[in-house]
């Protein structure tokens, strides 16, 4: 609080109802007691003007000395009048008294002069005092800001670390009384199993008494009966066996109840010590629990003192303000004083110019002495025009300051206008998307090849009623036609363009923060590389991949206007006999000999996880951050080159596995702090044909069996969906299972059907129609937007969905 009191402005009498003349002449009055105070003149008064002709004899010794010496002081009333003071009339022709006359009145002005000097050192100094103190209070109050917050996150470490004992100390607890509980049921069983020893021992002693009853009778009838006593003497001989192997039977019964009691012993001592035990942890939780009620408390009292600190950090900066405006104030009367001097110096210099005259005739010195009043009174004038002039600049200032500010509230109509615009431009985006279908599928026929003819055979047409135009396609098979429709079919003819322009906004919903998937499916040689990748060197061949890739970046750069920022990863693998490789790892090679290795880096497991929010992990995959169109490109070529093809009947060199292309964006935009993440999966398929078309042997026949393995297993997660099945077989195959988010999750899902126009396909042609058509019948989840008002790290793991 002291430090505060110490940059309060000192109290001015401002606040009162006073002229801005009676501020000035307070102003300049305590300013000059100052410079009296440094210059060894504390406790002297202020000389009144009336008796500064006095002054002038007294103080010209002191003008030899120095200016330095004078202590004389102004108002603003004196100075005007220093300067209309007009010569005493007397003898016209006494030279010698004017001549004093004007050397008083230069040597008055001298002193004015420097007094207005010495004042303006006085308000420099002022300022520069002013500006160090704000700058020490506000360098005090970083540094008290800065140590709260770290006491702040101390605090906050020290409870989480007590929370986290106390979770450990009562599972230990748990643990305890669980133990103790299995103590106590152990202890219950061997009980029940000492009573029922006894219950025999019990039996054993009744029927050894029985015996010897009988052993008794036995004698008695051996006494009485002589004919008997040999059958007597082996029965009581029997009896005495009998009676022998009861004793041991009792003896070993004995020593069970014995190992009984030990055992009791034991478990009673341990049952104790588990007491303690619970005991001395709970003294411990409660002693826990004590010291986090204490933390707490000091959390709570640290967080006022950080209000108060808070509090007195405003009311400093409120009196910076404050002081700041007087700062202001002083430099523009300080500048007005200086040209107010500098007129007074140019006066000095006419004055003592018709001085000099005054030495030759006198009727000169009247006539100069006339016109510098005459000018005097020009330059009050002038003064007077300054202030109305300032006076309507600052009226106008004040109206072009009420513009501004309506200028600004209607800017900022007009950003709130834009971004709610934007919200409703993704929600009608993806209600169009929704009413188009979550699966769509879209029928390509491949474009005509050099070795096909001129088409005059080709075995697919297009209906040209109005239902089916542009959505209908039609086989003949044998003289028999198959109708076949699809939310979109392209014809042999149809550009890399035209087909890219139907599934954009579908890419548009991955930088809206929804899950896409597209995939191409059909058999070798039907074009499906051609359609996902193209040849990205020629710009009117690229292919769906490097076209919604370009789209995304210009999107997003685009984007930053409103406040959005993205970051995107990407990760590009295959699955080659049903095993996942990476296709972007360091350690793989090129070409054909990869298809002979199991993965690219020994020791590496690619495993596929789903988490709760439908995305897909695969664990050690690379993921590499990329920021524009070329850093996509250098990574499709990498992956191209390690992609594993191979030559069949069907195609020179055909793909012989799953190509996946996933890039995962997310994007945070600054101005609504909303943040969205969205994923992209472009994935080409690998061609679909029968053993006996392609010819496959040793390996190719391995591969062509792996490829139609995955497919089928595809076929029956479709038609499980379709049947809507309580069980859907995604984990029959790495590739359903890779593709379960976007099949059967919330994912926006296309799938490109590519057929072959030539005759020799016809087949295959037909069956892949077949395939896309259930596909299309199918119906998933509806999609969900990813979005957050939270900022998160984009630094997360990429996940496929």
Same mark, same amino acid.
């Not at 078309?693 to 069996?705: M, V």
């Not at 087949?763 to 989840?781: K, M, P, T, W, Y």
């Given at each position: 609080?002291?430090?505060?009191?110490?940059?309060r402005?000192?109290?001015?009498?401002?606040?009162?109802?006073?002229?801005?003349?009676?501020?000035?002449?307070?102003?300049?009055?305590?300013?000059?007691?100052?410079?009296?105070?440094?210059?060894?003149?504390?406790?002297?008064?202020r000389?009144?003007?009336?008796s500064?002709?006095?002054?002038?004899?007294?103080?010209?010794?002191?003008?030899?000395?120095?200016?330095?010496?004078?202590?004389?002081?102004?108002?603003?009333?004196?100075?005007?009048?220093?300067?209309?003071?007009?010569?005493?009339?007397?003898?016209?022709?006494?030279?010698k008294?004017?001549?004093?006359?004007?050397?008083?009145?230069?040597?008055?002005?001298?002193?004015?002069?420097?007094?207005?000097?010495?004042?303006?050192?006085?308000?420099?100094?002022?300022?520069?005092?002013?500006?160090? +103190?704000?700058?020490?209070?506000?360098?005090?109050?970083?540094?008290?800001?800065?140590?709260?917050?770290?006491?702040?996150?101390?605090l906050?470490?020290?409870?989480?670390?007590?929370?986290?004992?106390?979770?450990?100390?009562?599972?230990?607890?748990?643990? +305890?009384?669980?133990?103790?509980?299995?103590?106590?049921?152990?202890?219950?069983?061997?009980?029940?199993?000492?009573?029922?020893?006894?219950?025999?021992?019990?039996?054993?002693?009744?029927?050894l008494?029985?015996?010897?009853d009988e052993?008794?009778?036995?004698?008695?009838?051996?006494?009485?009966?002589?004919?008997?006593?040999?059958?007597?003497?082996?029965?009581n001989?029997?009896?005495?066996?009998?009676?022998?192997?009861?004793?041991?039977?009792?003896?070993?019964?004995?020593?069970?109840?014995?190992?009984?009691?030990?055992?009791?012993?034991?478990?009673?001592?341990?049952?104790?010590?588990?007491?303690?035990?619970?005991?001395?942890?709970?003294?411990?939780?409660?002693?826990?629990?004590?010291?986090?009620?204490?933390?707490?408390?000091?959390?709570?009292?640290?967080?006022?003192?950080?209000?108060?600190?808070?509090?007195?950090?405003?009311?400093?900066?409120?009196?910076?303000?404050?002081?700041?405006?007087?700062?202001?104030?002083?430099?523009?009367?300080?500048?007005?004083?200086?040209?107010?001097?500098?007129?007074?110096?140019?006066?000095?210099?006419?004055?003592?110019?018709?001085?000099?005259?005054?030495?030759?005739?006198?009727?000169?010195?009247?006539?100069?002495?006339?016109?510098?009043?005459?000018?005097?009174?020009?330059?009050?004038?002038?003064?007077?025009?300054?202030?109305?002039?300032?006076?309507?600049?600052?009226?106008?200032?004040?109206?072009?300051?009420?513009?501004?500010?309506?200028?600004?509230?209607?800017?900022?109509?007009?950003e709130?206008?834009?971004?709610?615009?934007?919200?409703?431009?993704?929600?009608?985006?993806?209600?169009?998307?929704?009413?188009?279908?979550?699966?769509?599928?879209?029928?390509?026929?491949?474009?005509?090849?050099p070795?096909?003819?001129?088409?005059?055979?080709?075995?697919?047409?297009?209906?040209?009623? /109005?239902?089916?135009?542009?959505?209908?396609?039609?086989?003949?098979?044998?003289?028999q036609?198959?109708?076949?429709?699809?939310?979109?079919?392209?014809? &042999?003819?149809?550009?890399?363009?035209?087909?890219?322009?139907?599934i954009?906004?579908?890419?548009?919903?991955?930088?809206?923060?929804?899950?896409v998937?597209?995939?191409?499916?059909?058999?070798?040689?039907?074009?499906?590389?051609?359609?996902?990748?193209?040849?990205?060197?020629?710009?009117?061949?690229?292919?769906?991949?490097?076209?919604?890739?370009?789209?995304?970046?210009?999107?997003?750069?685009?984007?930053?206007? &409103?406040?959005?920022?993205?970051?995107?990863?990407?990760?590009?693998?295959?699955?080659?006999?049903?095993?996942?490789?990476?296709?972007?790892?360091?350690?793989?090679?090129?070409?054909?000999?990869?298809?002979?290795?199991?993965?690219?880096?020994?020791?590496?497991?690619?495993?596929i996880?789903?988490?709760?929010n439908?995305?897909?992990?695969?664990?050690?995959?690379?993921?590499?951050?990329?920021?524009?169109?070329?850093?996509?490109?250098?990574?499709?070529?990498?992956?191209?080159?390690?992609?594993?093809?191979?030559?069949?009947?069907?195609?020179?060199?055909?793909?012989?596995?799953?190509?996946?292309?996933?890039?995962?964006?997310?994007?945070?935009?600054?101005?609504?702090?909303?943040?969205?993440?969205?994923?992209?999966?472009?994935?080409?398929?690998?061609?679909?044909?029968?053993?006996?078309?392609?010819?496959?042997?040793?390996?190719?026949?391995?591969?062509?069996?792996?490829?139609?393995?995955? =497919?089928?297993?595809?076929?029956?997660?479709?038609?499980?969906?379709?049947?809507?099945? +309580?069980?859907?077989?995604?984990?029959?195959?790495?590739?359903?299972y890779?593709?379960?988010?976007?099949?059967?999750?919330?994912?926006?899902? =296309?799938?490109?059907?590519?057929?072959?126009?030539?005759?020799?396909? /016809?087949?295959?042609?037909?069956?892949?129609?077949?395939?896309?058509?259930?596909?299309?019948?199918?119906?998933?989840?509806?999609?969900?937007?990813?979005?957050?008002?939270?900022?998160?790290?984009?630094?997360?793991?990429?996940?496929?969905?």
């Amino acid at each position: 609080m002291a430090s505060r009191n110490q940059n309060r402005p000192p109290r001015s009498p401002s606040n009162k109802k006073a002229s801005a003349e009676e501020v000035s002449l307070d102003k300049r009055r305590r300013v000059g007691a100052e410079k009296m105070d440094r210059q060894g003149g504390a406790g002297r008064a202020r000389t009144p003007f009336s008796s500064v002709n006095n002054r002038i004899h007294s103080s010209a010794p002191s003008d030899a000395e120095g200016p330095e010496c004078s202590t004389v002081e102004f108002t603003k009333e004196e100075v005007e009048a220093l300067l209309n003071e007009k010569m005493k009339k007397g003898n016209p022709y006494d030279n010698k008294k004017k001549m004093e006359q004007m050397g008083d009145l230069i040597k008055r002005l001298k002193l004015c002069v420097r007094w207005f000097k010495k004042v303006e050192e006085g308000y420099v100094q002022e300022k520069e005092k002013l500006q160090s +103190e704000l700058e020490s209070a506000e360098k005090k109050c970083r540094d008290t800001e800065t140590e709260m917050k770290n006491k702040i996150e101390g605090l906050d470490e020290t409870i989480s670390d007590l929370r986290k004992t106390i979770s450990s100390l009562q599972e230990r607890i748990v643990k +305890e009384e669980s133990d103790k509980l299995e103590a106590i049921k152990s202890y219950g069983k061997e009980k029940e199993a000492r009573s029922a020893a006894e219950k025999i021992r019990d039996e054993k002693s009744a029927e050894l008494e029985k015996v010897q009853d009988e052993k008794s009778a036995a004698e008695h009838k051996a006494i009485s009966n002589e004919d008997l006593y040999k059958r007597s003497q082996e029965y009581n001989m029997s009896l005495q066996q009998y009676n022998s192997r009861l004793q041991s039977d009792l003896e070993t019964a004995n020593e069970a109840h014995k190992r009984l009691e030990t055992e009791k012993a034991t478990i009673v001592e341990s049952l104790s010590n588990v007491r303690g035990h619970n005991k001395a942890l709970q003294d411990q939780l409660v002693s826990l629990k004590v010291s986090q009620d204490e933390a707490i408390k000091q959390k709570e009292m640290l967080a006022n003192e950080l209000k108060c600190l808070r509090e007195e950090l405003k009311q400093i900066r409120d009196d910076r303000d404050r002081q700041l405006g007087q700062v202001n104030a002083l430099t523009g009367e300080v500048a007005k004083y200086k040209e107010y001097t500098g007129k007074t110096c140019a006066q000095l210099d006419t004055i003592m110019i018709k001085t000099n005259a005054l030495e030759e005739t006198c009727s000169s010195q009247k006539e100069q002495i006339y016109i510098l009043q005459q000018q005097l009174f020009a330059e009050k004038e002038k003064l007077k025009m300054a202030d109305l002039s300032v006076s309507e600049t600052r009226t106008v200032f004040e109206e072009k300051n009420i513009i501004i500010r309506e200028l600004q509230d209607r800017l900022a109509d007009k950003e709130f206008q834009v971004v709610e615009g934007e919200k409703l431009r993704k929600k009608l985006h993806n209600t169009i998307l929704e009413l188009k279908g979550n699966i769509r599928v879209f029928c390509r026929v491949r474009p005509l090849l050099p070795e096909d003819g001129t088409g005059a055979d080709m075995v697919v047409s297009y209906p040209t009623s /109005t239902e089916a135009l542009g959505r209908g396609i039609e086989l003949v098979q044998t003289g028999q036609k198959y109708n076949f429709t699809f939310d979109k079919v392209f014809n &042999h003819d149809a550009s890399q363009q035209d087909v890219f322009i139907e599934i954009s906004q579908l890419v548009q919903s991955a930088l809206d923060g929804y899950k896409v998937c597209i995939f191409a499916y059909g058999q070798t040689g039907s074009g499906k590389t051609h359609t996902m990748m193209g040849r990205p060197d020629a710009p009117d061949l690229k292919g769906l991949i490097p076209r919604s890739l370009e789209q995304i970046f210009q999107t997003s750069q685009s984007l930053k206007e &409103h406040g959005w920022n993205y970051k995107m990863q990407a990760s590009i693998l295959e699955i080659y006999n049903e095993t996942i490789r990476d296709l972007l790892s360091s350690n793989r090679s090129s070409g054909i000999d990869q298809t002979r290795t199991e993965n690219s880096v020994p020791g590496k497991q690619y495993t596929i996880k789903h988490d709760a929010n439908g995305n897909t992990h695969v664990s050690d995959l690379t993921i590499v951050d990329v920021c524009s169109v070329n850093e996509i490109s250098s990574l499709l070529q990498q992956a191209a080159q390690s992609r594993s093809v191979g030559r069949t009947q069907m195609n020179e060199q055909s793909s012989r596995s799953h190509f996946v292309f996933t890039l995962r964006i997310c994007g945070i935009n600054e101005n609504t702090e909303q943040q969205v993440q969205g994923v992209l999966n472009l994935i080409d398929l690998a061609g679909s044909e029968r053993l006996s078309r392609s010819g496959a042997t040793g390996d190719r026949l391995k591969e062509t069996q792996a490829i139609n393995k995955s =497919l089928s297993s595809l076929s029956d997660v479709i038609f499980a969906l379709a049947k809507k099945e +309580e069980h859907v077989p995604f984990r029959n195959s790495k590739l359903t299972y890779l593709l379960q988010p976007c099949l059967g999750g919330d994912s926006k899902t =296309l799938m490109f059907v590519n057929i072959s126009p030539d005759q020799s396909s /016809t087949s295959e042609s037909l069956c892949s129609l077949r395939f896309a058509a259930r596909v299309n019948a199918c119906e998933i989840g509806i999609p969900r937007r990813q979005t957050q008002t939270s900022t998160r790290s984009f630094d997360s793991r990429l996940s496929y969905g």
